[in-house]
């Protein structure tokens, strides 16, 4: 049914209890801040609204609500680059060197150890986050690729279903990009740029095995984060009680962003490492084929600017602009 060991991923999870601690740590920092700044501007709503009549003092809660909670989430748009270089890369980084039978410290050490082992492979990070946002671009295409195939099948009324198909497609493949990070640290790989190419070639030559397991890791995924929801929706309601003006929708808002702390925190790692486990054994002892590279330098302009910046990587010891260029347009 699929290829990964549920058992194999949970004593990754333990094994790295230290970062699990620090995701936590992080990812409930975010939702705190996002309730307290949502409370507040429905505080400053809700005194401003007492200039006018009820429902302009609903308005105004609203807003101030509203306001609050898009600062936050503004704040974390700008901050996520290094959310990917501190949090997701140190995780993977960890999980790899477990995988290939290695060691790790415990404790604050570990987290040290991960973040001196993605400095080593990427640089900084917008270094990191560039070089993602082409590979993100790049899995797009090699979906794009897989679902033409999919579509001359001959399966009856497989066209009218098409539709779903694809949409689970593009949310199944949410973790590929972490995926293909690690390949350049289980390599040990001194240019992240040509790792990359590496392994988007060997994901494509591996897409049927790659998006099987995907598929299934999605919907368990969702299903646990769907759980969480159902089970924060008390909590969330009693928050939203407390808040000046009773905002209506907050119970709702409240929930989706414990459910999605739960999910960035705990349900993602355990995902992750069930994936790193699939490609690191469909992939083993492969060479990337030509045939596949060829396809992807026809359809995906990331894959192609990848192998120029890979061209262009001169190691870490010199300043490089190129790699921390905007990635561009797929």
């Not at 492979?121 to 999919?150: E, H, M, N, P, Y």
């Not at 790692?269 to 084929?289: D, H, I, M, R, S």
Request: glycine share 12%; charged share 15%.
């Amino acid at each position: 049914m699929w290829d990964f060991s549920i058992g194999k991923a949970m004593s990754l999870m333990a094994q790295t209890a230290p970062f699990l601690v620090f995701r936590a740590i992080v990812y409930f920092g975010i939702t705190a801040a996002l309730v307290i700044a949502t409370g507040t501007g429905a505080g400053v709503g809700w005194g401003i609204g007492a200039f006018g009549d009820e429902e302009f003092r609903a308005q105004s809660t609203a807003w101030g609500a509203f306001g609050g909670f898009g600062l936050v989430a503004g704040v974390l748009f700008f901050l996520r680059d290094y959310l990917l270089y501190i949090v997701k890369a140190g995780h993977i980084a960890v999980m790899v060197e477990l995988l290939e039978g290695g060691q790790i410290p415990g404790g604050k050490g570990q987290i040290a150890h991960a973040r001196a082992v993605v400095t080593e492979r990427f640089g900084q990070a917008s270094t990191l986050f560039a070089l993602d946002q082409l590979i993100k671009g790049v899995i797009g295409a090699i979906t794009g690729l897989v679902q033409g195939l999919l579509s001359i099948l001959p399966i009856p009324g497989l066209d009218r279903i098409m539709g779903i198909v694809r949409a689970y497609l593009r949310m199944a493949v949410g973790l590929v990009d972490e995926v293909i990070l690690a390949h350049a640290i289980r390599t040990r790989s001194q240019n992240p740029w040509a790792s990359a190419r590496e392994a988007l070639v060997l994901y494509g030559q591996n897409a049927r095995p790659m998006l099987v397991n995907a598929a299934w890791l999605t919907a368990i995924v969702y299903l646990l984060a769907f759980v969480v929801f159902i089970l924060m929706l008390a909590p969330a309601a009693a928050v939203v009680y407390l808040m000046p003006g009773a905002w209506s929708a907050g119970g709702l808002v409240f929930a989706l962003v414990f459910a999605w702390a739960v999910k960035a925190a705990l349900i993602e790692p355990f995902a992750l490492a069930c994936l790193l486990q699939v490609y690191f054994k469909v992939t083993e002892g492969q060479t990337p084929n030509p045939e596949w590279e060829a396809k992807l330098e026809r359809a995906s302009d990331k894959f192609r600017k990848l192998g120029e910046r890979a061209m262009g990587w001169a190691g870490l010891g010199r300043t490089r602009a190129d790699a921390t260029a905007p990635a561009g347009d797929a």
